[in-house]
T-cell receptor, first 114, second 113 residues
């Protein structure tokens, strides 16, 4: 069965510090991978998605970047965090079949920028 | 007008009650509809998945889609305190693109023991 791992679970970082969040998927190959941010009262915001190694699409211009160095690894980064980067970050992978598709989420990282 | 509208709540009901959660949407191209349950500080968990209009039942949960009204619902029968969570509706069209789903903001549900 497929599983998705995301870490760390919580992170407190000072403004201006770098960020690296990692997500890995097991039990599937060549998955579509996603980074979402969930801020209070704002719902789920799609940040990046990737259809393959080295292929990144950005949905929202921001202080963040994403990379996919391996087939089942997706990394969210920032060189200098802003206060507005605080939020709950979720990695997800998409399961597709002829009849449709479903999105499965990791357990999330609560990021507090102080 | 936002693509998906969902009342944030909180919605508080007594244990055993029937719960009705709803979303409205504006994009008539949406064909796939999902409901996710999210406990505090956890990732969303897929609860129900439906395609086009109609009803789908899974245990105590029933998902209903009315495409003519652009309205979807999730019913929870015999609600339990463990059902207390935020419920997110999500949907997408049949474009087959790699981008993700369009989500509602979620409704915070509280089941009182």
């Amino acid at each position: 069965s497929q599983t998705i791992h995301q870490w760390p679970a919580t992170l407190v970082q000072p403004v201006g510090s770098p960020l690296s969040l990692e997500c890995t998927v097991e039990g599937t190959s060549n998955p579509n991978l996603y980074w979402y941010r969930q801020a209070a009262g704002r719902g789920l915001q799609l940040l990046f998605y990737s259809v393959g190694i080295g292929q990144i699409s950005s949905e929202v211009p921001q202080n963040l970047s994403a990379s996919r160095p391996q087939d089942r690894q997706f990394i969210l980064s920032s060189k200098k965090l802003l206060l507005s980067d605080s939020g709950f970050y979720l990695c997800a992978w998409k399961h597709r079949w002829q009849g449709g598709e479903k999105l499965f989420f990791g357990s999330g990282t609560q990021l507090s920028v102080l | 007008q936002k693509e998906v509208e969902q009342d944030p709540g909180p919605l508080s009901v007594p244990e055993g009650a029937i719960v009705s959660l709803n979303c409205t949407y504006s994009n008539s191209a949406f064909q796939y509809f999902m409901w996710y349950r999210q406990y505090s500080r956890k990732g969303p968990e897929l609860l129900m998945y439906t395609y086009s209009s109609g009803n789908k039942e899974d245990g105590r949960f029933t998902a209903q889609v009315d495409k003519s009204s652009k309205y979807i619902s999730l019913f929870i029968r015999d609600s339990q305190p463990s059902d207390s969570a935020t419920y997110l509706c999500a949907m997408r069209d049949t474009g087959g693109g790699a981008d993700g789903l369009t989500f509602g903001k979620g409704t915070h549900l509280i089941i009182q023991p």
